[in-house]
């Protein structure tokens, strides 16, 4: 993306500014770095406004001041790398800052105003059908930018608005914020209120939690604490970065070691309640972004099949589990590109069985 600067044009508005600008322009995204562009993303595409100037140096260094109160400078200046929120505009939004070679840099993302509603998420039904679950494990899968933060928040909200639960999440940073409602909710940080996931599970345990939000199963030990806590009457639900559900329970199940798979799948089979995975894609008039869901709901038939190791047939349960609200991805696309939302062009993309999805759609 080469585009021709006039270096003698310095970007002069605040960061607060360039939030609203953000806001105004429909971004999901914007990057900041020293001696660039302001990069925004919006509806999926990355470019940059000529018009804008880029940041300086001292630029960067001001807003760093700015935003001191909310993260841990010292931490920052021994790693190198930073998560945290703020709200801005009645706007949540998720700052990463880091070093790189030209410097300092943010990449800002915004979370919106609170959650959302299911069917303004074009969620599936039976999605919203979890949130009655009492105890297990609920994941959510896909890329980052998926939506999976988002179709937690959903969630989430429905359980405080409707159960009278105590709901504690564990998030790096908190993303959206929650208030009490006929459940309570409690939203610990990493780094700021806990030092890390795993630590934070266990002590949850001693909390009185119904439900717990796990922001990231990123390493064994927070898998550890997450089943254990899904397996003694908790409802946990969590993120893995994979983009389909057979490959979810293939991810989790491989992350321990060999010696205790086999136990592992057992322990799954018995508290693992649907695995949710993810694809935001463009809409077909250019306008917006739709998310295509591949649902697998835990039946007695899939615990066997997790129980059994026989996960390559993980895709043809779901496909046969329509009736259930079970769908597969190419099913999702389907859907999608016959009701006018989404191109056949982008559906194939994204296909993991491109044969499949041109079956299902004719």
């Known amino acids: 993306m080469n585009v021709a600067v006039d270096r003698s044009r310095a970007m002069s508005a605040d960061l607060d500014t360039m939030l609203a600008d953000m806001l105004n322009r429909g971004a999901s995204d914007l990057h900041l770095a020293t001696d660039a562009l302001p990069a925004f993303r919006v509806r999926g595409k990355l470019f940059r406004d000529v ?23 010292a931490a920052y200046r021994r790693a190198m790398a930073a998560d945290f929120g703020i709200t801005r505009h009645g706007m949540r939004f998720r700052i990463n800052l880091f070093r790189h070679a030209g410097g300092d840099a943010l990449a800002i993302r915004c979370l919106g105003a609170g959650a959302m509603g299911f069917a303004q998420l074009g969620l599936p039904p039976a999605v919203e059908g979890l949130t009655a679950t009492r105890t297990g494990l609920v994941l959510v899968c896909g890329a980052t930018g998926s939506g999976k933060s988002t179709t937690l928040a959903a969630m989430i909200d429905r359980i405080n608005r409707t159960r009278a639960d105590h709901i504690l999440t564990i998030e790096d940073p908190v993303e959206t914020l929650h208030e009490d409602q006929m459940g309570i909710v409690r939203q610990r940080e990493l780094t700021t209120h806990t030092t890390d996931f795993a630590s934070a599970i266990r002590s949850a345990l001693r909390e009185d939690p119904d439900v717990i939000l796990v922001g990231e199963m990123r390493d064994l030990d927070t898998m550890r604490a997450a089943l254990t806590a899904a397996e003694t009457g908790h409802l946990v639900f969590s993120t893995l970065h994979t983009c389909d559900a057979a490959g979810a329970v293939r991810r989790l199940i491989g992350a321990f070691p060999a010696n205790e798979q086999d136990a592992v799948r057992l322990r799954l089979s018995q508290s693992m309640r649907a695995v949710i995975a993810q694809h935001l894609l463009p809409t077909a008039n250019g306008l917006g972004r739709v ?16 129980r059994s190791n ?25 859907a999608l590109h016959g009701d006018g939302w989404i191109s056949r062009e982008t559906a194939e993309s994204v296909a993991r069985d491109p044969e499949a999805f041109a079956r299902l759609a004719g």
């Open 51 to 73: 018009a804008m100037g880029e940041t300086s140096a001292d630029w960067i260094a001001t807003t760093l001041e700015t935003l001191g109160g909310a993260y841990d400078v």
């Open 291 to 306: 998310p295509a869901i591949e649902l697998m709901l835990c039946t007695p038939a899939i615990g066997h099949m997790i």
């Open 310 to 334: 026989k996960l390559e047939q993980l895709y043809s349960a779901i496909e046969g589990g329509r009736a259930l609200g079970m769908q597969t991805l190419e099913q999702s696309l389907a």
